[in-house]
């Protein structure tokens, strides 16, 4: 019949429009003035319209959200408190699309050779595109893609290319904003720890304790609530200036280029910034 979609249509509309009040009555004050009853809002329960006060409310994202990458730090096992997962291996560096990644090999203090972890970590997250591929590829499970979008600033310069402290979070972060994801890596890789940790635990003879949801979260580790927030305030809060003076590095380079050539040379992290910055200005 002419019409008869227009009629289902408007409909469609004129029910959504009814039920925003029905679900208003229906949870009350609890529906809007609790954090907590967003679930029931976004949840199938929820059958009207409704608009999101942001700032003051925020949807939750899904596990698989992707923004720019962050670094995962060690936060589980006392003898390894805070150490990077990063090796330097590089390869992130090599699959990123755009090559927003800058990565500086660490060197021992005494013999000055190279060792597997990195003196500074940069990401241009002007350019980088939230693809992933840098996450994918590590093979260490030391980058992960965040879910924080909030990071905008008045400086689209120097701002926004994260340094290595910036960039780091813990593992219980990780856990905490992707534990499906989390658990399954950890499953691949034989145990909660790091690839070489396990490596090594396996050299010696020693079995890893099967990664489950149940141990995802080691009695030694602080609260949850605590290892997750703070560290990530402080990290967000650091500006990019306010970084620690670096010591002494044979070599600064992008990516895989970075093999060290014994050449004793001074890292410079504000001369590498800047360098950033002009080859951002030139693109
Ligand atoms: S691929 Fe992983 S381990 Fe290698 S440099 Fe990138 S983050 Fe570090
Ligand atoms: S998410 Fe993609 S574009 Fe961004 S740093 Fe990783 S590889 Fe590069």
């Avoid at 001369?271 to 951002?280: D, F, G, N, P, V």
Wanted: aromatic letters at 10%; proline letters at 8%; glycine letters at 6%.
């Amino acid at each position: 019949m002419f019409g008869q979609g227009i009629a289902k249509g408007l409909w469609v509309t004129f029910r959504h429009f009814f039920n925003t009040y029905v679900d208003d009555i229906r949870y009350a004050g609890r529906k809007y003035l609790r954090q907590d009853n967003f679930s029931v809002r976004q949840g199938l329960q929820t059958q009207g319209a409704y608009t999101v006060q942001y700032p003051d409310e925020k949807l939750a994202v899904p596990e698989r959200f992707r923004f720019v990458p962050f670094l995962v730090t060690e936060d589980q096992d006392p003898a390894r408190m805070g150490e990077d997962w990063c090796t330097s291996c590089g390869i992130c560096a090599k699959v990123c699309p755009p090559q927003c990644i800058w990565i500086v090999r660490g060197s021992d203090p005494v013999t000055k050779r190279p060792v597997p972890q990195p003196e500074a970590f940069f990401i241009d997250i002007d350019i980088c595109m939230n693809c992933g591929f840098c996450a994918e590829f590590c093979p260490f499970d030391a980058i992960k893609m965040d879910h924080d979008y909030e990071l905008a600033s008045y400086d689209r310069t120097m701002h926004h290319i994260h340094d290595k402290e910036h960039l780091s979070k813990p593992l219980s972060y990780w856990k905490n904003i992707a534990p499906t994801t989390a658990l399954e890596e950890a499953i691949d890789r034989g145990g909660w720890e790091h690839t070489d940790v396990l490596k090594t635990m396996k050299k010696a003879g020693q079995t890893a304790t099967p990664p489950t949801k149940e141990n995802m979260y080691p009695q030694h580790a602080p609260v949850l609530t605590e290892a997750v927030a703070e560290p990530v305030a402080e990290a967000v809060a650091a500006p990019v200036e306010a970084a620690p003076a670096k010591v002494e590095h044979p070599k600064a380079t992008q990516g895989t280029e970075a093999k060290p050539t014994g050449e004793k040379k001074k890292f410079d992290k504000q001369a590498m910034l800047e360098k950033i910055r002009q080859r951002k200005t030139d693109k």
